[in-house]
């Protein structure tokens, strides 16, 4: 006897199970609908909860949905870590009951994992409606001084502690600059291309708001050679939030959807010691595994959205995403192609290096910028027809690597 | 208040033993007599096939610089080191660790081969350091 056709069917016509389990036998094809930002800066004088819960009421307010229509969360712990950051979130932000709660763990590659772990509770009907929220008060809460200090705390005993996050960085950037002949300006032109897209933004949505040569960025004080303290990320307060929900709600909501059509994820090292070659990254089977299961190639991407902790993250990435060849990535950088006029605009919100990096949640930003981008909304820094786009996380020291790839659905809602 | 030149508070009696060798100038790497995998950082279990039988050996102290950097602005208790030349080194017996490099920061690239001094090594200082080894 067919269970299903003589069982279960009538049972679901007529309602029997209820609309919970209805939904369940029926898969659920998740998509990305509102955002949400906080505004970003030193000041905020917000906490961790405040900030979160800030950056949720404006992607609520963004498709017009309610806290109770939330029943899944993915946060990011506070640069503190408090013991159980989640049962406090979902009690101070007044979404519980929840079906699905998930803390991310892999540094600046979690938001990108978390569009995936997102849309894989909503097809396996775990949860409805998943809010992924990350927030913190970096600048005004710890204060910069306090973070670099913490951070350099955390390097392992087995790497000189006299490194701090920057100077690790830099190891992988003179090995580039020895091995391909690439030029400190080339790195820095990097961080002229984010202070740019940062300069363009409104004033709320950018931490740094000014536009600096290549030159300008190399007169900053030196951090760690070649990198100068204008090519290492910010320190900043905000956060962001995005809502992944099913095509069918989505489609009653005011917004593009915005589908999730490749994913992938390598993690290697944890020392940068041990990390097996500068030359590769996780980002090459990442990009890869992402790229081809969304069956695009790089002529079809809109707007890349690379993590720019530093600038010579980026540079590596790029190569390792295949946008040029192995060693090109400067000259991949002096073609133009990563302006807003250019072939694969990069970091249209200026990114870590200029828009905003609250710690952990630095990742999140990329994100909103891709669903700016992908539902036309990006104001200044809007891509011409932005159907497609590339969003990268990295986390650690080139230890976690995440790709998705994102696409502009249709809009349902009148 | 850390001090700038400790023996690292090591939580395990492995790391410990590591850092006891290098404060007597003793610099090991772990070697798996069952997998014969050569490892670092030391661990209670071979990274690669999990035995726990493996031996801290010395090395020879020679390598060459994969990746390095002149750190000008590192945290307060080493301001006073500044600049630090900071390189990952590749040694001879295959693995690579961290290391400082006693020479001048456009002295030192990529391929620069170096060599360990012990010299300097006490409880009061573990930190590697290598020179330049000059043809």
Request: charged share 20%.
């Amino acid at each position: 006897m067919d269970v299903f056709q003589h069982v279960l069917a009538p049972m679901i016509s007529s309602n029997l199970l209820g609309d919970r389990y209805r939904m369940q036998l029926r898969p659920m094809k998740p998509v990305l609908i509102g955002y949400g930002e906080t505004s970003v800066g030193e000041s905020l004088n917000c906490r961790y909860e405040e900030l979160n819960m800030w950056a949720t009421r404006e992607a609520l307010r963004d498709v017009d949905l309610e806290p109770d229509d939330i029943d899944g969360l993915i946060a990011t712990a506070p640069f503190r870590t408090e013991r159980f950051p989640l049962p406090r979130l979902i009690e101070y932000l007044g979404i519980a009951p929840l079906n699905f709660a998930e803390l991310t763990g892999v540094g600046g590659a979690s938001h990108v994992t978390s569009i995936h772990r997102a849309a894989g509770a909503i097809e396996n009907g775990q949860a409805e409606t998943i809010l992924v929220v990350a927030a913190d008060a970096l600048h005004s809460d710890i204060g910069p001084r306090t973070v670099i200090e913490e951070l350099s705390d955390s390097v392992s005993e087995f790497e000189d502690p006299a490194n701090i996050v920057p100077s690790l960085y830099a190891h992988v950037a003179n090995w580039h600059l020895d091995t391909f002949g690439t030029t400190r300006k080339q790195l820095a032109e990097i961080a002229a291309i984010a202070h740019e897209h940062a300069s363009l933004q409104r004033a709320e949505r950018a931490h740094r708001q000014e536009a600096k040569s290549a030159d300008e960025i190399l007169d900053a004080p030196m951090v760690a050679t070649p990198l100068t303290a204008d090519q290492c990320a910010l320190i900043s307060d905000g956060g962001a939030a995005f809502i992944v929900t099913t095509e069918e709600n989505a489609a009653e909501l005011d917004q593009v959807p915005v589908r999730l059509t490749g994913f992938g994820a390598r993690h290697t090292h944890d020392h940068i010691s041990q990390m097996p070659s500068f030359n590769e990254t996780g980002a090459i089977e990442a990009g890869q595994r992402a790229m081809a299961e969304a069956t695009v190639d790089h002529a079809d991407i809109d707007v890349l959205q690379i993590y720019d902790c530093f600038t010579i993250t980026v540079l590596r990435i790029l190569e390792d995403l295949g946008f040029c060849e192995r060693g090109n990535g400067g000259d991949l950088v002096d073609s133009g192609a990563l302006r807003l006029t250019g072939k694969w605009p990069l970091n249209t919100h200026g990114g870590a290096l200029a828009q905003a990096h609250p710690g952990m949640p630095c990742g999140i930003f990329h994100i909103t910028e891709a669903l700016r981008q992908l539902q036309g909304r990006a104001e200044a820094t809007q891509v011409d027809n932005a159907s497609t786009a590339l969003v990268h996380g990295n986390g650690g020291i080139f230890s976690t690597q995440a790709v998705a790839i994102l696409e502009r659905g249709e809009c349902h809602a009148d | 208040m850390p001090t700038n030149k400790p023996i690292p508070t090591s939580t395990t009696e492995y790391e410990h033993q590591y850092w006891q060798r290098v404060a007597n100038g003793d610099v090991c790497i772990a070697h798996c007599q069952a997998c014969d995998h050569v490892y670092h950082p030391p661990r209670r279990y071979c990274p690669d096939c999990y035995s726990d039988e493996w031996e801290f050996e010395p090395i020879a102290g020679t390598g060459t610089v994969y990746g390095y950097t002149s750190i000008h602005r590192p945290t307060e208790r080493f301001a006073s080191d500044t600049p630090i030349v900071s390189a990952i080194i590749t040694l001879d017996e295959g693995p690579r660790l961290m290391g400082r490099v006693a020479c001048d920061s456009e002295a030192i690239a990529v391929g620069t081969r170096v060599r360990l001094d012990t010299s300097g090594l006490s409880s009061d200082n573990v930190r590697l350091t290598f020179e330049l080894l000059t043809k």
